[in-house]
């Protein structure tokens, strides 16, 4: 089923961009993870938020 592979597509596509990246300035923050450790928890709070994003702009849930 395409849907169980959409997880996975969506982390793809949101760390693609990084892939030829060299240098990265975060600024953060609060507590928690600081400099290039804080990337993945970034990553990973985009494609959590993905679901709902894209249920409130096309009405389909992709968690069903």
Not at 51 to 61: C, F, I, K
Request: charged share 15%; hydrophobic share 45%; net charge negative.
């Amino acid at each position: 089923l395409a849907c169980e592979r959409l997880p996975g597509q969506v982390a793809e596509a949101v760390a693609q961009p990084l892939l030829g990246t060299r240098r990265v300035t975060l600024v953060a923050g609060g507590s928690g993870d600081i400099g290039v450790s804080r990337l993945p928890g970034e990553i990973l709070d985009v494609v959590t938020r993905l679901p709902a994003a894209v249920e409130a702009l096309t009405g389909v849930s992709v968690t069903q």
